[in-house]
């Protein structure tokens, strides 16, 4: 499996905006769906966003809706911008891919090593 790199985490203050990237060292299969899942401390990990590479269909979590957008930066590359942070939004952020648009993790074979969002003034 072709390692997934997450990066752009950080530290924002709530209503701000940060981008995440997700890179590949190969291109992305028109197949393959590209997804955004969190961890918070204590939590399981929870769904954020997915979308279809070919097609560009698109699938998010309520709690997003919104507020966030993924998508297709380039061949290799998925972008996760999110707008309008909450406290609630702090967690790390882990790229994943598959072949299913679906929002539970078991879909999902390959995961980036995740980065940390934390909204906090």
């Known amino acids: 499996q072709v390692p997934l790199v997450d990066t752009g985490g950080g530290l924002v203050q709530p209503g701000g905006s940060l981008r995440l990237s997700c890179s590949t060292s190969?291109?992305?299969?028109?197949?393959?769906?590209m997804a955004w899942f969190r961890q918070a401390p204590g939590k399981e990990r929870e769904f954020v966003a997915a979308?279809?590479?070919?097609?560009?269909?698109t699938l998010y979590a309520d709690s997003v809706k919104g507020r966030f957008t993924i998508s297709k930066a380039s061949a290799d590359t998925v972008n996760l911008h999110m707008n309008m942070l909450k406290p609630e939004d702090t967690a790390v952020y882990y790229c994943?891919?598959?072949?299913?648009?679906?929002?539970?993790?078991?879909?999902?074979?390959?995961w980036g090593q995740g980065t940390q969002v934390t909204v906090s003034s």
């Open positions: 979308i279809r590479w070919g097609v560009g269909r």
């Open positions: 190969g291109r992305i299969y028109s197949s393959a769906v």
């Open positions: 994943a891919r598959g072949v299913d648009l679906a929002s539970t993790p078991s879909h999902y074979r390959s």
